[in-house]
């Protein structure tokens, strides 16, 4: 690991933790305006549509400029219109709406952000370092996401939720300076051409790679359906009227929990992808963290939840270090920033329509309906990626021997 690595890791922790703190800080917010599954559900929407409608200018931008650059601005941006919302609270003007508007403008400036962000990495580390470098971003990721932005969250939420905004505006502030520390040029080489041609030779590339054409699919189901669920899990745990009855800083807790899994389980994916192989592991990781879902829905004990969210970190950590690993390898340098974006947009597209739809049948059926569907529904997805690594299962998923018309179709 090199100097550029050492200050896009910092960044990437502070900007992490602001993460955390929005993520988890803004739900809470809203479950204290509304109790409607619907309304609260928005807040998941808001925060995933930019991914829906931006995804693929942002991949063409970070083919085109300095990828480091990108990332700097987007951190300004989000800095700029968090601050602004933190004023508005202790204003006391703020409201479900005004969150709304402010989630989503952040969200905007993230979709920047983190496309830059996968992109950059290869041209920072050796491509040999690409798993081990990932699994420290993904181990800061959730230490700071979940391990110290969630209980943080639980605790601003109730004593000063102003901060909630004005916090994260600050924390996106200096993770944008930390990036100034990276030394070089982070802009890919290449001719230019109209954008909208260089979208669609990135959609047409991902598309005819039969492997990766599988794993977005797969992740977008799998990302429709638990967007539908943690948009009203909130509802199921926290408050009088939920089923486990939490305080906002247990729900805190919790995410805690979830993020010293996930820590642990970035920090060893590639030790079990290397005793189990690649696509058994993923396979393998992808299943438990499905069937973990049922446990707050059939068994409703505080005390399990806890457990159950270290295990729900250990798997989507390892699962998570795999799949961005793997395309990073798989996808050619000067193609990365749009096909990621693609990538992302079948792999994140569906998360507000899950969220959205998760309110509504919510409202309509309940929020145990909302649970068992979203599990059935990425059962299907997990046992249908199953069925093309069938037969290469425990191989890696970079190996072109075993994985077919990785390179070769067009």
Known sequence: MNRSFGFLLSSATLSNLADGVLKVGAPLLAVSFTRSPAQVALVGAATTLPWLLFALPAGALADRLDRRRIMVTANALRAGVLVAAGALAVLGLMNL????????????????????????????????????????????QMIGNEFAGSPLAG???????????GGPGLLYAA??????????????????????????EALRWLWSQRFLRALALTAG???????????????????????????????????????????????????????????RTLIGMWLLNTLLHLVPLFVPVTWL??????????????????????????????????VNAAYRLIGMGGMPVGAALGGVLGEAAGLPAVFGGSVVLSLVAVGLLWRVLRGRISAPLTSQATIPDISRSR
């Open 97 to 140: 709406w005004v969150m709304l508007a402010a989630v989503l403008l952040a969200s905007v400036a993230e979709v920047l952000a983190d496309t830059s962000a996968q992109s950059v990495l290869p041209m920072a580390v050796e491509p040999q370092a690409l798993t081990r470098a990932n699994g420290r971003l993904q181990s800061a």
């Open 155 to 165: 605790v601003l939420v109730t004593l000063l939720p102003a901060a909630v905004f």
């Open 175 to 200: 993770a944008g300076l930390l990036l100034l520390g990276m030394r070089g040029s982070y802009q890919p080489a290449g001719a230019r051409r109209p954008m909208a041609g260089e979208i669609a």
């Open 221 to 279: 189901t799998l990302n429709f359906a638990t967007a539908a669920y943690w948009g009203v899990f909130v509802l199921w745990l926290v408050g009088e009227e939920s089923r486990f009855g939490l305080e906002p800083s247990g729900y805190g807790l919790m995410l805690t929990v979830f993020a010293a899994g996930a820590a642990a389980g970035a920090l060893v994916s590639e030790r079990i992808s290397g005793v189990l192989g690649e696509g």
């Open 305 to 338: 939840l806890y457990p159950t969210a270290l295990l729900w970190g250990i798997s989507s950590a390892v699962s998570n270090v795999l799949v961005i690993s793997t395309r990073q390898r798989l996808i050619p340098t000067e193609l990365l920033g749009r």
